[in-house]
Structure formats: C-alpha cells, structure tokens
C-alpha cells in the first residue's frame, strides 16, 4: 500500500511511502486479540488502591444492641452491622493488582489488527519529518488546521522524542503524541486519525 507524503503546510509533496503489507494489510485480523490487548493495557492503568472499611475494622462497641427474636425486624448484633447507617460494608472492595500478562505474539498481532483496520478506512497520514524552532501552540494549531485534522481527535507518530513539537501540542484537546516504538493498541484504536511522520514509518514498517 502506498500513501502519499504532505509536508506541514497540507500540500502533497508528491513522493510516495511504501506502508508494509505485513503491518498494514494483514489477512487475519483478529478482533478477540485485540479486545484482549486493550483490555491489558486499561487494566495496568488501574492503582488498585481501593479500599472500604468492612465490620471487624469500623469503630464502634461490639455490644449487642437488641434481642435475637421478637423485635419485629432483622437480626442485627452491634452497631457496626452492615444493616445500620455506619456499619461496616459487605464484601468492599480491597486492594489488588489488576494486571495480566498476555503473550508478546498476540500484543504484536493486536497491533497489526488495529493498523490495518486504520489503513482500511483511510485514516493514517503521512507528514514530512519536521520540527519547530520554538514550543508554540500556535505553529501545531496551524498544522492541524492544514490537514484538516482540528476537528478530530488524533495521534501524532514520531520516529524520536522532539521536545518542540511535545510542547507545542500539550496543551491542545484531543490530540495525542508517542514514539514509533511506543505505538500501542489501545492508542491506535483510541484517536481517529494516525499523523505519521515519515521516518516512523520506517519503523513502524519493521514491527
């Protein structure tokens, strides 16, 4: 598959880019693979650090406050019963660690899956390599606006870290910046149009 290359001023500069058919056009793409990986990825971002007080830690005496039958409602022993206002809660939640680990094969057959289902639908460009002199929000404002990408929300792949261009664009919603090397399933799939630069096609191709 072949894209064309713009340059930052979103005129086509009328060279070509090879995209991998291996990477961006596989035949089996696999969506069960690919719920598993983003269901990975959401679950390492999780703390863990929930917790809720259940009855054997609430404050409270452990007098009984009623007699066991005749009293017209339901059993309760102290005054941190679960059944009162200030009890202890039932089965709360405690802290664990929500990771999982799936094999490096899968996460790789994942990624591929979520390029070529972004390839299909014509939703990865390709730019010129670039950079700005000065961080200004302005100049990344402009190049969004030149590709006709304002409105979307994005992800822009560059072959290395450019703290120029990182600037530039932290400030603005619904647009996202990684190296070529950290591309993930869940970041593909989670931004509607993939900016490649053209160098991190060069990496990417090799995944």
Do not use: C, W
Not at 97 to 120: E, G, Q, V
Not at 157 to 166: E, F, I, P, R
Request: hydrophobic share 40%; net charge positive.
């Amino acid at each position: 598959m072949e894209l064309a290359v713009y340059n930052i001023k979103g005129e086509d500069t009328g060279k070509k880019v090879t995209l991998n058919d291996a990477v961006f056009a596989i035949e089996n793409v696999n969506e069960h693979v690919v719920y598993l990986d983003v269901k990975q990825f959401l679950a390492n971002q999780r703390q863990g650090t929930h917790k809720s007080k259940e009855r054997s830690e609430v404050s409270g005496s452990t007098r009984k406050l009623g007699r066991q039958k005749g009293g017209g409602g339901a059993r309760r022993g102290d005054i941190n019963s679960p059944v009162l206002v200030g009890g202890g809660r039932v089965f709360g939640p405690r802290p664990r660690n929500y990771s999982f680990k799936i094999n490096k094969k899968m996460k790789d057959l994942a990624r591929k899956s979520a390029l070529t289902s972004k390839a299909a639908e014509g939703q990865i460009i390709v730019v010129e390599d670039f950079t700005f002199e000065a961080p200004k929000t302005k100049e990344f404002v402009k190049f969004a606006n030149n590709l006709k990408i304002a409105d979307k929300k994005s992800l822009l792949v560059l072959a290395g870290q450019n703290k120029n261009v990182y600037l530039s664009a932290r400030n603005i919603q619904n647009v996202n910046i990684m190296t070529a090397s950290q591309l993930n399933t869940y970041s593909i799939l989670n931004n509607k149009v993939i900016v490649m630069a053209e160098s991190a096609v060069e990496v990417v191709n090799n995944f």
